[in-house]
């Protein structure tokens, strides 16, 4: 109950967590943007939401920070603000803003990974896309052979398909 007490004697505490939802919230908003974008294609698009998204990820590690700092003071961590062992002693504005902050932040994760996933299928797909068109071979690609065993792309002579 003594971390309790500590928790509670954290100045500016619900301010900071207000402003680290408001941060999350904002931060969501612009990775369903992004997903938009991303199903859409939408190069442009793309290249306006990526400075917003930097500076709310930067916003959200600065303000990380100072909460850590302030719950260092107290001999606490992040981890003991969000255990939600603590969150039935919590004023019920608060707890409901903590619980807020945990399920938006896994929703940011699982977002933010999701579309780093799809940006990554699309680099590779325009990278051999690019090899194609400029007739490079593409590197580390295993080919079978009419018995079914695996040789590298550059172990595969180039035979004509038929005679003119």
């Known amino acids: 109950m003594s971390s309790l007490k500590n928790i509670l004697q954290i100045e500016q505490l619900p301010s900071h967590i207000v402003q680290f939802l408001a941060l999350l919230e904002n931060f969501h908003n612009v990775l369903l943007s992004e997903t938009q974008a991303l199903k859409s294609n939408d190069s442009d698009q793309l290249s306006k939401i990526l400075p917003s998204k930097s500076q709310l990820s930067e ?97 595969t002579a180039q035979k004509p398909l038929g005679k003119a």
């Open 59 to 155: 916003d959200i590690a600065q303000l990380t920070k100072s909460l850590e700092s302030k719950l260092n003071t107290q001999h606490l961590t992040l981890a003991n603000l969000f255990d939600s062992t603590y969150s039935p002693s919590i004023p019920k504005p608060l707890q409901h803003n903590i619980e807020q902050i945990i399920t938006l932040s896994n929703q940011c994760h699982d977002l933010n990974q999701s579309n780093g996933i799809s940006i990554q299928i699309l680099s590779n797909l325009n990278q051999h896309t690019l090899n194609l068109v400029s007739g490079k071979e593409p590197s580390n690609v295993k080919l079978y052979s009419a018995k079914g065993e695996a040789k590298s792309s550059g172990q």
